[in-house]
């Protein structure tokens, strides 16, 4: 069994007694305690930037009721951090439309280029990605490499799903709803295999460790995020 002591980091299995505040885009006394800190405050988008280091967008993207919006079919860039990030714990709560589909990203080899490792984020039974392309396409996935566990529980469209990224050193995990969904090795013979079978595989760098923005996808469709919040981890 994995626990606290020998998992990795305070993984959200061991933390989930004090990962949420009581109220959204705040902290509690032992997230600051533990070294959280919000990247979205409920009301402004400091912090973020389109991609490729341009201004936030003036339309599409938005802040309404303590969430980041996305109106379903808007032109707009995605959006990501202006910060960096190498070894981190990123949390945060997301809801879709319909259909829907976004994601996460990291580990973005040009952080000009919304390419990278991605945590899926989808209407699973009736987006045609996940119905065609199965589970590499499906919530918790890393997107088009490795397929989430099948005991990950996905609420249903229209209500919030909280979820996790792990990165410790060559070690990353994905969380959905208090469960790992993925659990990988940057750089393993495994994960080069799952690139070079992906639609990835002519991407130069892909796979490497890299500090990157997180970046929040526009699909097109209609999305939610709030709880935005990160730990960094040094790792000598």
Request: charged letters at 20%.
């Amino acid at each position: 069994m994995k626990t606290c002591a020998t998992s990795l980091l305070l993984s959200a299995l061991c933390s989930t007694a004090f990962l949420h505040a009581a109220d959204p885009n705040t902290l509690s006394p032992e997230e600051k305690q533990t070294g959280w800190r919000l990247l979205f405050d409920g009301k402004s988008t400091s912090g973020w930037q389109a991609l490729g280091g341009k201004p936030f967008p003036e339309t599409g993207w938005s802040v309404q009721d303590g969430s980041i919006v996305l109106a379903k079919g808007s032109k707009v860039p995605d959006i990501v951090t202006a910060e960096q990030f190498l070894n981190f714990e990123f949390s945060w709560d997301w809801k879709i439309a319909h259909a829907g589909n976004s994601g996460v990203k990291y580990n973005l080899p040009d952080p000009a280029k919304n390419l990278g490792f991605e945590y899926q984020m989808l209407d699973d039974t009736n987006h045609p990605d996940g119905v065609k392309n199965g589970t590499l396409h499906q919530t918790a996935s890393l997107y088009d490499l490795l397929q989430p566990a099948p005991e990950r529980k996905v609420n249903p469209v229209g209500e919030w799903n909280s979820s996790r990224i792990v990165v410790n050193g060559s070690h990353a995990e994905h969380w959905l709803n208090g469960t790992r969904t993925v659990s990988f090795e940057i750089g393993s013979p495994e994960m080069q295999k799952a690139v070079a079978g992906s639609k990835y595989r002519s991407v130069p760098k892909f796979g490497e460790k890299i500090a990157s923005p997180l970046l929040l996808q526009n699909h097109g469709d209609a999305v939610e995020f709030r709880n935005l919040k990160i730990r960094p981890i040094s790792n000598p």
